[in-house]
């Protein structure tokens, strides 16, 4: 293998990965959009349920949690991703 060969071949798996981590970091922006989302939409002030200890710090880790669980499935990850992919 000659020496340009090496380089190139380090350039493209160099590239590669920047492609991956542009593809994590777009799914954890959709994740942050959606943890909005399932916050407001799980946000309850029903008198019949009073407020408990520690319902606070549950709630938001179910929140988070969900919010992981469901990124990259409403294509916003994607959108994002297909938009900036070409200029890494």
Not at 17 to 27: A, G, H, I, N
Not at 61 to 79: A, H, I, P
């Amino acid at each position: 293998m000659n020496v340009q060969n090496l380089q190139m071949q380090n350039n493209i798996s160099s590239h590669q990965e920047k492609l991956q981590k542009l593809k994590k970091v777009c799914k954890d922006f959709e994740s942050e959009i959606l943890n909005f989302y399932v916050k407001q939409a799980l946000d309850s002030k029903n008198p019949l349920y009073p407020k408990s200890p520690g319902e606070g710090i549950y709630k938001s880790m179910y929140q988070e949690e969900l919010s992981k669980e469901l990124s990259g499935n409403f294509g916003y990850s994607e959108l994002l991703y297909n938009f900036l992919k070409d200029r890494v």
